[in-house]
């Protein structure tokens, strides 16, 4: 099979995957040989290919992947030749511990992420246990449907972490994908409540966004909004919009940051953290961290219902390099996504 193979940490500019023909991965018991159609190009493989995270090398990346079932191995049961299906960032988890008891396999010190721990999407094929495949709704083309396993599967676990209540003020910090795919999950789920939408200044487009997309205010990092939040979700690799949330929440109110990491050059922001102001009566801050496999599970049908169409941007497998640079450099209309021929 083709694939597009990272062998050494370098900047994307140097143009490091590889095309190479790798053998066709044999499922083991419980696997099943997923046909890809199409893989979502997103900001972590930036950060695997430059070295911000630690992949096992060589490796095929790829975490937003849709597919047709090929085949199985012995003890499938949940899938047959021929099904759609998706996969996302959680690859594997032990499913004994405690944090699996609880659906919480995201935490599991097993957890193993697709394209970073195993191979993933930029390839013809992979495998993958049918207990971490989702069925695709048919509302849904494969290239659609690929960017909601990571951007649109993340944003709904913040969301739920969060424990918003219809009702209930949101505000989100920073508008990207995450954060418009959040907004029509809760106008659709909440119709009552309100979103307050927080960006850097000026930055229109996503303003714009934002209004277009329901917002019931729209602001810059710092403004104080109409009302105090209820619940926030920080969706930027800043530490100001923490503080900024924490500022403006209401008592027992919940922040939750939805970010791999934080800039270090921003922690000055944190030391104007004050008690009084940020953290008495009962306000809390949290993080998320990866999905969990109800997350992709139940959040896909709930994409089909709403409906949440993402834009997109095909590529084929061979121009990885090029998808790559070009989401670095934020060329890339909507969500890249490498389409494999039929
Ligand atoms: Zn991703
Ligand atoms: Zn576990």
Known sequence: MKAMVLKKVSPIGEKPLELEDWPIPAPGPK?????????GVCHTELDEIEGRLQPRLPIILGHEIVGRVESSGPEVNKFQSGDRVGI?????????????????????????GTGCHANGGYAEYTI????????????????????????????????????????????LFGFGASAHIVIQIVKH???????FVFTRPRQQKHQD??????????????????????????FTPAWKPVVEALRVLEKAGRVVINAIRKEETDKESLLKLDYPTHLWLEKEL??????????????????????????????????????LTLLKQGKIQGAGVLKMPE
């Open 209 to 234: 966004l934002a209004g277009k997309l329901g917002a019931d205010w729209v602001g810059a990092t710092g403004d104080t909004p109409p009302a105090k939040l209820n619940c926030a979700i920080d």
């Open 286 to 323: 949290k993080s998320v961290a990866n999905i969990a496999k109800s997350d992709a599970r139940d959040f896909l049908p709930l994409a089909a219902e709403i409906p949440i169409i993402p834009e997109i941007q095909e590529f084929s497998l061979e121009e990885a390099n090029r998808a």
């Open 88 to 112: 996302g960032w959680i690859n594997y988890a032990c499913g004994k511990c405690r944090f699996c008891r609880d659906g919480n396999e995201n935490l599991c010190s097993e957890f193993q």
């Open 31 to 39: 696997q099943i040989l997923v046909k890809i159609s199409a893989c």
């Open 128 to 171: 993958i246990s049918e207990d971490f495949a989702y069925p695709i709704p048919d509302r849904f083309s494969c290239s659609q449907a690929a960017p909601l396993l990571c951007a649109g599967a993340i944003g709904y676990r913040a969301l739920k972490l969060t424990g918003l209540r219809d009702g209930q003020i949101l505000g």
């Open 189 to 195: 789920k909440y119709p009552n409540s309100k979103v």
